[in-house]
């Protein structure tokens, strides 16, 4: 029993630190783009539903990435680099997409 909690958060464990770069990289972009429009409206007020709005839309971005690096067919322009990143590129956009964030 204690092995399988200890494996449990080790497992855990991975998939935060999997997440993290991507999840914060997304949340500081989305805020800044939450703000920046918040600046061109000429309004004032930051709303809850906006920045929340932010954060969820950031998180799920992230776990659409870290879902389309898991698939093998994101390996499938592996040889050549420009190949891979149009590829993965395109796959990112679908996940994002089949979540309404594109």
Do not use: D
Request: hydrophobic share 60%.
């Amino acid at each position: 029993m204690i092995s399988g909690m200890k494996r449990l958060r080790n497992t855990l464990w991975h998939e935060v630190k999997e997440i993290l770069p991507a999840t914060i990289f997304f949340l500081a972009v989305f805020h800044m783009i939450s703000v920046t429009k918040l600046a061109v409206l000429e309004q004032v007020e930051l709303t809850v539903l906006r920045t929340s709005a932010a954060t969820v839309a950031a998180l799920l971005v992230a776990k659409a990435i870290l879902i389309v690096e898991k698939i093998k067919i994101s390996e499938l322009f592996r040889k050549v680099l420009w190949h891979n990143i149009i590829w993965k590129a395109f796959l990112f956009y679908l996940g994002a997409a089949s979540r309404g964030h594109a």
